[in-house]
């Protein structure tokens, strides 16, 4: 059976130590003057500045070696600090628009120890097991109205160790197999927090 094809840019599923993940995230900052839409799964980068509390700003990560991601958003919409991740104006969505008359609060799982599922994208062939163990880039998509559009890009395989994600291995669920689509394991490789490392 085919791979179905249905990004949500990165999920976190577990810990590099076995763990389940608890779904803990922190609070970082989306400035009114920010002009990339976000929904829930997509990657995002330190921007360099913060608000008013001292909560720290992000943006929209940039895919592509040598560019370092902090981690995917959780929970998104939040208008106001240490409250709901929702606007209030705009309860049925939980994505961030481009045009921000605004700025947001967003939850962010930035633990460089999580793993999480992604999809497969990119022009190039269905990676297979030998892949196992290389590193990827991200690919940059549209969401769907309710999650990120986001995939890896399996045409960028490779070991170096700036690249963005590192393979751990197919996502062991029904309905998915090694082929265009797979849903694998990744860990982000070159990470805010963390330092990169060669793929093999």
Request: proline share 5%; charged share 10%; with cysteine.
């Amino acid at each position: 059976m085919a791979n179905v094809n249905a990004p949500a840019g990165l999920s976190p599923v577990q810990y590099k130590n076995g763990a389940p993940w608890t779904g803990g995230g922190r609070v970082y900052y989306i400035a009114a003057a920010d002009v990339n839409a976000y929904a829930i799964g997509d990657p995002v980068t330190l921007s360099g500045s913060g608000d008013g509390n001292g909560v720290p700003g992000v943006t929209l990560a940039t895919a592509g070696t040598a560019s370092p991601v902090l981690g995917p958003i959780l929970g998104s919409g939040g208008i106001v600090m240490g409250g709901a991740f929702t606007d209030p104006a705009n309860i049925n969505t939980t994505v961030i628009p481009a045009a921000k008359t605004k700025g947001y609060y967003v939850l962010v799982c930035d633990d460089p120890n999580v793993i999480f599922e992604m999809q497969e994208g990119g022009a190039g062939a269905a990676l297979s097991a030998s892949n196992i163990g290389q590193n990827v880039n991200l690919l940059a998509g549209t969401n769907s109205g309710y999650f990120s559009g986001w995939t890896f890009n399996n045409a960028t395989t490779g070991t170096g160790a700036t690249l963005q994600l590192q393979l751990m291995g197919l996502a062991l669920k029904a309905g998915n197999g090694f082929g265009q689509y797979a849903k694998w394991l990744v860990r982000i490789n070159n990470h805010q927090y963390a330092a990169g490392v060669a793929g093999v």
